[in-house]
C-alpha cells in the first residue's frame, strides 16, 4: 500500500476506535497499553511515498458513455482511463459517484469550482443546504462570509481562487462528516490539488484540517502557524460558518488571510 493510503487508512482506524472507545456508553473498551500502541502507529519513512494521481488510482474513473451511466461505487470502481486527468473529469466522475451512501440524499453534487490554475485554494468540509440546491460550494450565509474574505478583505475574486469541499455531496442534517464518508470522497479531493497545484491550500474548519494534516489537533493548536501539505504550503483557519456563530473570531481569520496574503505576494 502506498505511504499516503496508509496514512489514510492508519488515521480513519485511530479515528474510529477513538470515537468509539470514549462513547458514552463505550462500544469498545481499550487497555491503556494497547491505547498507548494505537498511539505509536506511525506511517513507516521506508514506505514509498507517491505522486497524488497515483494515490487515488482505485477511485479513479472513467466517465461513462452517455448510453451506460454506470455509477462508480465501492463494489464496481470505475476504471481509469488511459487519457488525463482533469477537474472536468473528475466533477463527471463525482456527479455519478455512489461510494458511499450520501448519494441517496442529495440532491446536486458539488465538486467545486474557480480558477483551474488558482494560486489559492480554499478547502471547506461539506455542502450545505444552499450549496445542494444549486450545486455550488458556500453560496449560502457562510458562503457570502467567504466571499468578503476574498473580496472585501484579500482584494481578490472568487474567480482568482478555487473553492471546494473535503465532501462532495451534503451530509443530511449538515451533521458532521464521518470517517467512512470522508475516506471514500477525499481521493477526489486529492486529485483536484494534485491537478491545481495551488502555492497554499486554506483548511477551513476541522474536518478540512484534520483530512488534509491526518491528525486530530484543535483548531486552536493548528492556527497561527504553517503547514506542509504534499510540498503546498497550507495554513488552517476557522470555518465561515463558525465565524458565523462567534463573530468575535473573525479578527483571528483575519490575522490568518493576512499571512497567506503575505505568502501569496512573497
Ligand atoms: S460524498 Fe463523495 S464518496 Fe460519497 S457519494 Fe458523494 S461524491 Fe461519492
Known amino acids: 500500500m502506498e505511504k499516503d493510503a496508509y496514512a489514510s487508512l492508519v488515521h480513519q482506524i485511530k479515528t474510529i476506535l477513538k470515537k468509539n472507545a470514549r462513547g458514552k456508553p463505550p462500544l469498545i473498551r481499550l487497555s491503556r497499553e494497547t491505547a498507548a500502541l494505537l498511539e505509536s502507529v506511525t506511517v513507516p519513512d521506508t514506505m514509498q511515498k507517491p505522486h497524488l494521481e497515483e494515490v487515488s488510482v ?4 472513467e466517465s461513462p458513455p452517455d448510453n451506460e451511466k454506470a455509477a462508480c461505487t465501492v463494489e464496481s470502481p470505475c476504471i481509469q482511463s488511459a487519457g488525463p486527468d482533469s477537474l472536468a473529469k473528475i466533477s463527471a466522475e463525482i456527479s455519478a459517484c455512489k461510494k458511499c451512501p450520501l448519494y441517496a440524499t442529495r440532491l446536486h453534487t458539488v465538486a467545486g469550482e474557480g480558477n483551474p490554475s488558482a494560486s489559492l485554494v ?9 450549496e445542494d440546491r444549486q ?8 458562503g457570502q462570509l467567504l466571499t468578503d474574505i476574498i473580496s472585501k478583505g484579500m482584494k481578490m ?17 449538515n451533521r ?14 486529492l486529485r483536484q490539488l494534485d491537478l491545481i497545484r495551488p502555492k497554499v491550500i486554506c483548511a477551513l474548519g476541522a474536518v ?3 483530512t488534509l ?3 486530530d489537533l484543535t483548531i486552536s493548536r493548528l492556527r497561527g502557524e504553517w503547514h506542509t501539505y504534499h510540498g503546498i504550503a497550507l495554513r488552517v483557519t476557522y470555518h465561515p460558518a463558525y465565524l458565523l456563530r462567534n463573530p468575535a473570531d473573525k479578527v483571528k ?8 496574503l503575505q505568502f501569496l505576494n512573497a
Open 253 to 260: 481569520t483575519w490575522d490568518d488571510v493576512k499571512e497567506i
Open 208 to 210: 478540512a484540517a484534520h
Open 122 to 130: 480554499f478547502v471547506g468540509e461539506a455542502p450545505g443546504a444552499s
Open 157 to 173: 475574486s472568487r474567480d482568482d481562487v478555487f473553492i471546494c469541499n473535503v465532501l462532495k455531496c451534503r451530509p443530511p442534517e
Open 176 to 189: 458532521v462528516p464521518n470517517p467512512e464518508e470522508i475516506m471514500y470522497c477525499e481521493p477526489y479531493l
Open 135 to 142: 450545486g455550488r460550494p458556500f453560496v449560502g450565509r457562510a
Open 213 to 215: 494534516l491526518k491528525n
Open 58 to 61: 482505485e477511485s479513479v474513473s
